[in-house]
């Protein structure tokens, strides 16, 4: 089984490194392949890290999907497109999204949205906590990889720092990697704006009630949302200001300048999530205050007494 990986982000890059460094041929495709194919490294997205002989790059979509594993890692607002752009590419082979969040204009997950583009594709979800970095630097990581019936497709995504568990639970997963962003916003902006860490602590373990809760009304088992791709990536991105979540709700918090250029999923998922929570009348007060500092209604001192003067009940 060959792997190729689609998008050459920070994300996509390292799994690239990681997956060739075993000695296997992997290629990287990039829409604009920049000075990668000479500079043998992608100075533009993950800087530093130099790679392997057996890492092919190419600016050649068809020549990428010759293999049967795709990785999808385009970020998630641009997958749909993608996907329907180049569906004769990509119909028929397993497609793994490794992006997160929830497609604004549709309020659908990537598994959906590849059901829908390539219906004769294997959907497939990588996530869990892992940053790019980490990930090559050969630092240890461990994911979930959901898709029915995966155990070979899990053999060929191993390599020596990437330990994949499996899971049959595609809305589970795919909703923890989502989410989990829309927590480390806000739990960004709450130590940036020096409301303490206990409210930390309080905003991430309310925001694990959100996730579970907007997950079971989507059909996922609860167990799922425990594991790595929920609690698991929760408890890395709301802790570390590696997590360009995590950073930019500190900067939003702080009222420094947001950072700009990189890929921050959970600004377009807090308003998925909050719109579709709406429609089925659930209650999302984290996503729906994230949207609010988001779009200038609240500033986050107030987003925050919104949320403590909320009519008392039971955990
Ligand atoms: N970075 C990380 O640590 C992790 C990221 N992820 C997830 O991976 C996904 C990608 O993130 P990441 O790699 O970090 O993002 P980056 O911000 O590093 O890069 C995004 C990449 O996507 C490319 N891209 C954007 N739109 C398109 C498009 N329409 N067609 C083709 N390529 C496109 C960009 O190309 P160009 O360079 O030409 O602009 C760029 O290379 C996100 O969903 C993220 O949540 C998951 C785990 C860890
Ligand atoms: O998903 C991630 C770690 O698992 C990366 O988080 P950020 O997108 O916030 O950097």
């Known amino acids: 089984?060959?792997?190729?990986?689609?998008?050459?982000?920070?994300?996509?890059?390292?799994l690239a490194i990681s997956l060739?460094?075993?000695?296997?041929?992997?290629?990287?495709?990039?829409?604009?392949?920049?000075?990668?194919?000479?500079?043998?490294?992608?100075?533009?997205?993950?800087?530093?890290?130099?790679?392997?002989?057996?890492?092919?790059?190419?600016?050649?979509?068809s020549d990428a999907?010759?293999?049967?594993?795709?990785?999808?890692?385009?970020?998630?607002?641009?997958l749909a497109r993608f996907l329907t752009q180049h569906t004769k590419f990509?119909?028929?082979?397993?497609?793994v999204a490794c992006?997160?969040?929830?497609?604004?204009t549709t309020g659908l997950g990537p598994a959906e949205i590849i059901r829908r583009a390539c219906p004769a594709a294997t959907p497939a979800i990588l996530s869990g906590p892992s940053f790019a970095v980490d990930i090559a630097a050969g630092l240890p990581t461990a994911l979930t990889l959901a898709v029915d019936d995966g155990h070979a497709l899990q053999t060929a995504l191993s390599t020596p720092n990437i330990r994949p568990y499996r899971s049959a639970d595609l809305v589970g997963v795919e909703i923890g990697g989502a989410l989990k962003?829309?927590?480390?916003?806000?739990?960004?902006?709450?130590?940036?704006?020096g409301l303490g860490e206990s409210a930390h602590a309080a905003l991430m373990t309310r925001g694990f009630a959100e996730m579970q809760r907007f997950a079971l009304s989507r059909g996922a088992r609860p167990e799922t949302l425990s594991g790595?791709?929920?609690?698991?990536?929760?408890?890395?991105?709301c802790s570390s200001d590696k997590s360009r979540n995590y950073a930019f709700g500190l900067a939003l918090g702080r009222g420094e300048p947001l950072p700009e250029g990189t890929t921050i999923e959970g600004k377009a998922t807090a308003k998925a999530v909050s719109n579709l929570a709406k429609k089925i009348g659930?209650?999302?007060?984290?996503?729906?205050?994230?949207?609010?500092?988001?779009e200038n209604h609240l500033t986050v001192n107030e987003a925050a007494d919104m949320l403590l003067t909320r009519p008392l009940k039971e955990e």
Do not use: H, Y
């Open 1 to 14: 089984m060959t792997v190729s990986v689609l998008g050459a982000g920070a994300f996509g890059t390292a």
């Open 20 to 61: 060739a460094r075993t000695g296997r041929p992997v290629t990287l495709w990039a829409r604009d392949l920049a000075d990668m194919d000479v500079a043998r490294e992608n100075t533009r997205r993950l800087p530093g890290f130099t790679f392997p002989e057996t890492l092919a790059v190419t600016g050649d979509l």
């Open 65 to 78: 999907a010759q293999s049967s594993i795709l990785l999808l890692t385009v970020p998630m607002q641009s």
């Open 90 to 95: 990509l119909d028929g082979k397993t497609l």
């Open 99 to 104: 992006c997160k969040g929830i497609d604004l």
């Open 181 to 193: 962003n829309v927590v480390a916003i806000a739990c960004g902006m709450t130590i940036g704006a």
């Open 228 to 237: 790595l791709s929920g609690f698991g990536d929760l408890a890395l991105t």
């Open 282 to 294: 659930l209650d999302m007060p984290i996503a729906d205050m994230v949207v609010a500092v988001l």
